[in-house]
């Protein structure tokens, strides 16, 4: 009956004497583990004997020894231990890839002497494969992040500083042409009769719409990436554009720094106010505010950013939006420097925005490069 029991289960139920050798195994263990034609056929052998015939009979094994050398192993290490075991037992059987999920205990006679011990094991390959595939994706999709990560790094950096170069192209020589024009006209206006009102109007319309074009080119300029940020730093910067944003909008903001005079790595200014751009923005469309609270600080090793409006409030639907990309690039700005960046909405109480940026780190980076500068 037992026979009978066992040999129509899946798993692999055996037992072996103290000399690990089959005193019983099912037709599952014959068919699966040893190759053998029949159930008497392992009674009084070891896994080695089935593992070296296999690798006689089959040279395309050459681990079927090894797992046979497991197998042993564990059977070593139950009747050492007198208690029962788990184990993972796998190898290269018959030409293909077995992964057996193994419980194996001692067991004992009327003496409560350990004469040999049981097993049962479970072919666990294809969950095994499905876990190491899954793995395997999810340690390629973590390389992949990183290497978007990257490639967004670089493109804001190459972005930036392509930002730079056409703001001082429009502010330097669009504007400086736009100036002599001016003063050409201004020339021009006063060589003119007096009494030639038509002339003298034509000129002074001129005149105003070149104030009015050397206006929104400065404009155009400083949206580009403002000169005070590369010439005064961040404090300006953020001050600059709270007031831009309030004559804009007409949001009242009060704008706090402590101390005044905070001086950060250029990279880590930047990615700062481009946030602080972002979330002006985000502001003004959604938030539905009449005042803002901005605090620049720079605690311990750290320097903060809080900005807290008195809006609708934000949801946490709308934060964790995957389509959001001006909050996820918001996020992603401090990912290369270690920041951290949190979002907190209350209904009806408005939203706050924090961005902490490690100033060690910063520093560091800092004096090697000026290190290596010298």
Not at 24 to 30: E, G, H, L, T
Not at 192 to 218: A, C, G, P
Not at 253 to 272: G, L, N, Q, W
Request: aromatic content about 6%; some cysteine.
């Amino acid at each position: 009956m037992v026979r009978l029991m066992c040999d129509n289960v899946p798993d692999l139920i055996w037992a072996k004497d103290m000399n690990k050798r089959f005193i019983f195994a099912n037709k599952a263990v014959c068919h699966k583990l040893l190759n053998a034609k029949n159930t008497d056929e392992p009674i009084g052998k070891t896994d080695m004997y089935f593992a070296n015939r296999e690798r006689q009979t089959n040279r395309g094994d050459p681990d079927y020894h090894t797992f046979g050398e497991i197998c042993q192993v564990s059977d070593e290490a139950v009747m050492k231990s007198k208690k029962p075991e788990r184990f993972d037992e796998f190898g290269n059987i018959k030409g293909k890839f077995l992964y057996l999920d193994v419980h194996k205990a001692p067991f004992w006679d009327e003496h409560k002497n350990c004469i040999g011990t049981v097993g049962c094991g479970r072919d666990v390959t294809k969950e095994k494969k499905l876990e190491d595939e899954r793995k395997q994706f999810e340690l390629e999709l973590i390389k992949s992040r990183e290497v978007l990560r990257k490639l967004f790094a670089n493109l804001q950096s190459v972005r930036e500083e392509e930002r730079k170069r056409i703001s001082r192209e429009i502010h330097d020589e669009l504007g400086q042409a736009l100036t002599a024009l001016k003063m050409d006209l201004y020339w021009l206006d006063s060589k003119l009769v007096s009494d030639n009102k038509v002339l003298h109007k034509k000129t002074t319309s001129m005149l105003n719409l070149l104030d009015t074009t050397i206006q929104r080119v400065k404009k155009l300029s400083a949206d580009l990436r403002p000169g005070l940020l590369d010439d005064l730093g961040l404090v300006a910067a953020i001050e600059w554009q709270a007031g831009e944003f309030q004559d804009h909008t007409g949001i009242k903001c009060r704008v706090t720094f402590r101390p005044e005079d905070i001086s950060i790595d250029a990279d880590k200014a930047t990615a700062i106010f481009r946030i602080f751009q972002e979330t002006l923005t985000n502001i003004a469309r959604h938030a539905r505010a009449t005042a803002v609270n901005i605090n620049l600080k720079k605690k311990n090793d750290e320097i903060i950013l809080r900005v807290k409006d008195n809006g609708i409030g934000i949801t946490q639907e709308q934060i964790a939006d995957t389509t959001s990309l001006g909050l996820i690039g918001m996020k992603e700005r401090v990912f290369p420097f270690k920041g951290k960046l949190t979002i907190v909405g209350e209904r009806g109480k408005g939203t706050t925005l924090s961005v902490i940026l490690p100033l060690k780190e910063i520093e560091t980076v800092m004096s090697t490069s000026q290190g290596e500068s010298v």
